[in-house]
């Protein structure tokens, strides 16, 4: 590819702070590996900026500015994050996260004097779109919808439809689902809704919910396949469905664009092309999802409500499995009770 565009889901920051809050953030050897990789420019429009708190969003943009590698989404003020980052002379990429939502909190949204994210709502979007040349178009990358989900939310699928309805909009992809959804196709354009995780490596993790990077590894540990608070450091492995994922080859000139499903291996950071029956089978689901979102709303949304409930009845009692592994069944029913009588008071 000319331009290798990806979306970094970490501040890159050296610094001591942290937030209080689940965290994923790297050191500065994260900027040699996406030299290595070639990568032109990252996305910052996302719900783990502020991991390393205000000086991490700093620190992260003065490394890939100092390594020429372009970023767009999130900046030290609100007209920063707001600035396109240009693939050509024709087309331009902007970022947005999501914020206010029960699925998508603690979300640092840039001010005139703050450093943050650039918001996702459509006023907000056709102002930025206002400001572009004539004739350009952009490209929107989005850090939308509920995570470990196949169906995306209803309202999301319109607000892609009626974006796509602009004719300065040329694609729209999404993340933060942390696995492969469809995508809209629509006025002859398309929104991806979620490319998953592409090359997101196993990590530790240390008590409560932040990411590790221990200098001495003990000689056993748990594991999850989860992402959850934990007692002492623990291994988080993804499943088979978060390391299967997308990339879009997107065509500025012709307009054409076609989807790639990759896996990440297991147990190392090596991502490879998808073959033989498992590349059929990922891309007829992906073709079945991308039906199921043209379906009316009073179709879809018991589909979706039921897939999210589903999903989460069955992730909290996997969660639980490893607490009472980790502390035992009293352990673990004592916190249950707890847990109902706060409610209750």
Request: aromatic letters at 12%; glycine letters at 4%; proline letters at 6%.
């Amino acid at each position: 590819a000319d331009k290798r565009i990806v979306n970094l889901e970490q501040p890159i920051s050296e610094n001591k702070h942290v937030a209080d809050k689940c965290t994923l953030f790297t050191g500065f050897f994260a900027i040699e590996q996406l030299k290595l990789l070639e990568i032109s420019a990252v996305n910052l429009a996302h719900n783990h900026i502020q991991d390393k708190t205000d000086e991490g969003i700093l620190e992260t943009i003065e490394h890939l500015d100092n390594a020429s590698i372009g970023h767009f989404g999130a900046g030290p003020d609100i007209f920063a994050a707001k600035e396109p980052h240009w693939i050509d002379d024709t087309t331009c990429i902007l970022g947005y996260c999501e914020f206010g939502r029960p699925y998508l909190k603690q979300i640092q949204v840039a001010e005139e004097d703050s450093p943050g994210v650039n918001p996702l709502r459509y006023e907000s979007i056709m102002q930025d779109l206002q400001q572009l040349p004539p004739g350009k178009k952009a490209i929107l990358y989005f850090h939308w919808g509920r995570e470990h989900v196949w169906l995306p939310p209803h309202n999301d699928i319109q607000l892609a439809k009626k974006l796509l309805n602009d004719k300065r909009i040329a694609l729209i992809v999404g993340m933060h689902c942390h696995r492969v959804q469809g995508y809209i196709e629509h006025n002859g354009k398309r929104a991806y809704m979620s490319l998953g995780n592409f090359l997101f490596p196993n990590f530790f993790i240390q008590p409560p919910t932040q990411i590790a990077y221990p200098e001495a590894i003990p000689a056993e540990y748990p594991t999850t396949r989860k992402y959850h608070s934990v007692y002492r450091l623990t291994y988080k492995k993804w499943r088979l469905v978060n390391r299967i994922s997308l990339m879009l080859e997107y065509d500025i000139e012709n307009k054409h664009i076609r989807h790639i499903p990759v896996i990440q291996d297991d147990d190392v950071p090596q991502v490879q092309e998808l073959q033989g029956i498992k590349r059929y089978v990922v891309l007829l689901w992906i073709d079945i999802l991308s039906l199921i979102y043209q379906f009316p709303r009073l179709v879809y949304t018991p589909l979706e409500k039921f897939n999210a409930f589903l999903f989460y009845k069955i992730w909290r009692f996997q969660i639980m499995l490893f607490h009472v592994k980790e502390r035992g069944l009293i352990y673990c029913v004592k916190r249950v009770c707890d847990k109902i009588k706060g409610r209750m008071s």
